[in-house]
T-cell receptor
């Protein structure tokens, strides 16, 4: 069966520090991969999605970037964190075509 | 552009009472619609999905939702609430075009369901 792993679960970082969140998927090949951010009371916002290695689409301009160095690995990064980057970050995957999203357990990021 | 509106950011029911969580959508093409549930500090779990087959969709944990095109609604219901249903619920819409569109969901703001004993 397919599983998705996301780490770390929680992270507290100072303003201006770098960020790297990692997500891996097991049990499937060539998945679509997604990064969402959830801010309190504001629903989920799609940040990036990827349909293949090295293929990244950004949905909103921001202080973050994403990379997909391997088929089942998706990384969310920042060179310098802002206070506004605080939130709950969710990685998700779907099969190519008509499969719904499957979410990881999320990373709670607090920028201080 | 598609959008989702969930009416009521908080809904409170008694254990055993009917649960009704409202969702209205807008989409320029026939949509795919989803309900997800999120427990504290966890990811989202798919409850059910509508993909242009039967308009009444049954999901996990006794939940169901009915697609009503004329009302552009996809309300989530459960006949009898359990304490374990307390969570946040998200409605989401996706258009059908493109291989990636299924995952490019637009989410509502969420409804927090509280269940009282």
């Amino acid at each position: 069966s397919q599983t998705i792993h996301q780490w770390p679960a929680t992270l507290v970082q100072p303003v201006g520090s770098p960020l790297s969140l990692e997500c891996t998927v097991e049990g499937t090949s060539n998945p679509n991969l997604y990064w969402y951010r959830q801010a309190a009371g504001r629903g989920l916002q799609l940040l990036f999605y990827s349909v293949g290695i090295g293929q990244i689409s950004s949905e909103v301009p921001q202080n973050l970037s994403a990379s997909r160095p391997q088929d089942r690995q998706f990384i969310l990064s920042s060179k310098k964190l802002l206070l506004s980057d605080s939130g709950f970050y969710l990685c998700a995957w779907s099969d190519q075509g008509t499969s719904p999203l499957h979410f990881g357990n999320g990373t709670r990021l607090t920028v201080t | 552009a598609q959008s989702v509106t969930q009416l009521g950011s908080h809904v409170s029911v008694s254990e055993g009472a009917l649960v009704l969580l409202r969702c209205n959508y807008s989409s320029s093409v026939p949509p795919y619609l989803f309900w997800y549930v999120q427990y504290p500090n966890q990811g989202l779990q798919l409850l059910l999905k509508y993909t242009s087959a039967a308009t009444l969709v049954k999901g996990i944990n006794g939940f169901e939702a009915e697609f009503k095109k004329s009302e552009t609604s996809f309300h989530l219901t459960k006949p009898s609430a359990h304490m374990s249903d307390a969570a946040e619920y998200f409605c989401a819409v996706s258009d059908q075009r493109g291989g990636t569109s299924y995952g490019k969901l637009t989410f509502g703001q969420g409804t927090i369901l509280t269940v009282h004993p």
